[in-house]
């Protein structure tokens, strides 16, 4: 077979996607709306000029080119329905509906889903007006948590130690419209204290496969300091995950959001995303949910699948889920992101990026925030790249991520220095790879 496939988006989970894509032997062609200059060098793939939120011509391009299937990355998309548009074109789309994708669209939606359904998470109200979120900050204990209820890149969530940022986040949020629409309602919760994981499945509205687990680096600076971003780096396998987790994340999060999705009507097709923290006993609970892969967990996670990425969305379509069997590479993988200076505020753009050639086939340069400027790459957004690597052991991956990032140059770059540092202590005490 020679199937053309669509990858809509922009960033490094698309690289990440396209790549993948592009290895399956049933695949001539990847095309990627509107892509970037990583996946404009990548074999079998091609760039496309269409906006991601520009759902007629997407449509149109796919049907104009036979695209067989197509893959949605990005969360703003979905939530605006774009693989509904799809299927009442009779196109296969693999991501959920406007409807399912609301677990993540708004998150005072995804609270009352979860008190419904018994899915652990932590105590929090909701507002649309300035004065009783205060009062409620108020009266609450102390570091509390304000979240933007919609899509805010991954930026909306603040973590506030003192009252006085709390309420700075709640007037920038409610009153001076620092997010647009996604502000106009914040959810205020506990903050709840352990160890952050991802974990991401695929879903057929009723069958769920788990993909390899990951862990994300979500804070700007090292040792976990700073503004939230949309993540500065993660590994995978998570150095935490062992059998007895991940029977309790599935048990508690995942088959009831699956099972409730379908009591509602709106069945969950597509990769779905738990954010969650762990406590001191092992109990997860969960802090998000997201529509679509995470970013930049996919470049680790898909550098460890084994196997055919195309053929897995369309089990998932054809609601045979539960036929697939998943292969990972018992390596573990590490990615280390390459950020704009000014992130997660702005962004430096139009700066030159040298160091890009990559020999090494355990490494892969995943590109996101990159554009073509004639004969030069350079930097177009807040995540420019993602480093990772792949290798026998979490301290060795990681070594050899960081020894790739050190001959990447650009003026107006930075990363974090310690990605991964859990597991790499981890591994260190018990001098065993972590697994």
Not at 181 to 197: P, S
Not at 370 to 389: H, K, S, Y
């Amino acid at each position: 077979m020679s199937l053309r496939m669509l990858i809509i988006g922009a960033g490094g989970r698309e690289h990440a996607l396209a790549w993948k894509t592009a290895q399956s032997p049933e695949v001539e062609k990847v095309y990627v709306a509107p892509g970037n200059a990583g996946t404009a060098l990548e074999d079998k793939v091609e760039n496309v000029p269409i906006a991601p939120t520009d759902t007629p011509a997407l449509v149109g391009f796919a049907r104009e080119r036979r695209v067989a299937l197509t893959i949605v990355g990005p969360e703003g998309p979905l939530v605006a329905g774009i693989a509904d548009a799809f299927a009442a074109a009779g196109l296969r789309c693999f991501g959920p509906s406007q409807q399912a994708a609301r677990l993540e669209g708004s998150k005072h939606f995804s609270k009352l889903f979860m008190r419904r359904y018994g899915i652990p998470t932590a105590a929090g109200e909701s507002f649309t007006e300035l004065a009783p979120a205060l009062a409620y900050i108020e009266a609450a204990s102390l570091p509390i948590v304000v979240k933007a209820d919609g899509l805010a890149a991954g930026k909306g969530v603040v973590i506030a130690s003192t009252r006085e940022q709390a309420g700075r986040a709640l007037r920038e949020m409610l009153t001076t419209g620092k997010f647009g629409a996604a502000g106009q309602r914040v959810v205020i919760e506990d903050f709840i204290a352990g160890e952050e994981t991802s974990f991401i499945v695929m879903s057929d509205g009723e069958h769920v496969v788990p993909l390899a687990s990951s862990q994300d680096h979500k804070a700007r600076d090292d040792g976990d300091a700073g503004p939230n971003t949309g993540g500065m780096g993660a590994y995978s396998p998570a150095a935490m995950m062992d059998d007895a987790l991940h029977e309790r994340i599935m048990q508690r999060v995942i088959e009831p959001a699956i099972a409730g999705m379908r009591a509602e009507g709106t069945p969950y097709r597509g990769f779905l995303y738990a954010g969650l923290m762990v406590d001191a006993d092992g109990n997860p609970q969960a802090l998000e949910f997201n529509c679509r892969l995470g970013d930049p967990e996919t470049q680790p996670i898909l550098m460890r699948l084994q196997g055919d990425l195309p053929a897995l969305c369309e089990l998932a379509l054809a609601q045979q889920l539960h036929t697939a069997t998943l292969a990972w590479d018992p390596r573990p993988a590490v990615g280390v992101v390459m950020a704009s200076s000014g992130y997660p505020q702005g962004a430096t753009k139009g700066r030159p990026i040298t160091g890009l050639r990559q020999t090494d086939r355990t490494v892969k340069i995943f590109h996101a925030g990159t554009r073509q400027a004639g004969d030069e790459i350079v930097t177009n957004g807040g995540r420019v790249l993602c480093v990772t690597a792949l290798a026998d052991s979490v301290t060795e991956a990681r070594r050899q991520a960081y020894q790739t990032v050190a001959t990447i140059a650009c003026d107006a770059l930075f990363y974090r220095s310690d990605i991964a540092y859990r597991a790499v202590r981890r591994e260190t005490a018990s001098g065993l790879p972590a697994q």
